[in-house]
């Protein structure tokens, strides 16, 4: 799977496919955003400059910004970021690629990055692509999260709703490389500090 196969994948799809708790009811489904923004407060400062990158309709951007970040949503649906502004209409939303970021932020650099359930659908090296891009948007010392599972039996993903898994040492050296300081957390994801490779 190419990430161009997973966003046109992600872009068709059925609203109602998108997430698990939207087959329980469509209050379940932004209840769980809400608690997933409020695990991320517990480790973005209060007030951070923060992007969604792969922010889909909204679910954890719209909640993070009720708490009273400066969110900046990305995705490369625009399908879907319609969606979120059906929604939260004073949201600032981006179009874009991992690749688009740098044209968006030009110098500007963000406080917090978080990438949820974005690059467990990509290719190893699109996985990697992908999160130097986001670490570059990151400030120096910036907190970066990420959806990014380590397995004991690590695997590539073979479709658009696979998992792509990593083993936990060439995750360690991913991180050295593109410069990521793993930081504790209770949280379910990766937490890292931005640092020099």
């Known amino acids: 799977m190419t990430a161009a196969d997973v966003i046109t994948a992600w872009d068709a ?44 309709d909204g679910r954890v951007a719209i909640p993070l910004a009720a708490l009273g970040y400066e969110v900046t949503a990305v995705d490369s649906s625009q399908r879907m970021l319609d969606r979120l502004t059906d929604r939260a209409p004073d949201l600032a939303t981006v179009q874009a690629t991992a690749d688009g970021l740098a044209a968006h932020l030009g110098r500007r650099r963000m406080d917090a990055v978080y990438s949820l359930a974005v690059l467990i659908h990509h290719s190893y090296a699109d996985c990697l692509h992908i999160i130097g891009r986001l670490r570059a948007a990151t400030k120096l010392g910036g907190i970066i999260v990420l959806d990014w599972p380590v397995s004991e039996t690590p695997e590539e993903a073979d479709s658009w709703i696979g998992v792509t898994t990593w083993s936990r040492e060439r ?12 930081v504790d957390s209770e949280l379910p994801w990766g937490v890292y500090r931005a640092v020099k490779p």
């Open 13 to 56: 799809a059925d609203p109602a496919a998108i997430h698990p708790t939207r087959r329980v009811s469509e209050w379940a489904y932004w209840e769980s955003g809400k608690v997933q923004a409020g695990m991320l407060a517990s480790v973005i400062p209060d007030g951070a400059k923060v992007l969604d990158f792969g922010c889909g």
């Open 171 to 182: 995750q360690a050296e991913a991180c050295a490389g593109i410069g990521l300081e793993p």
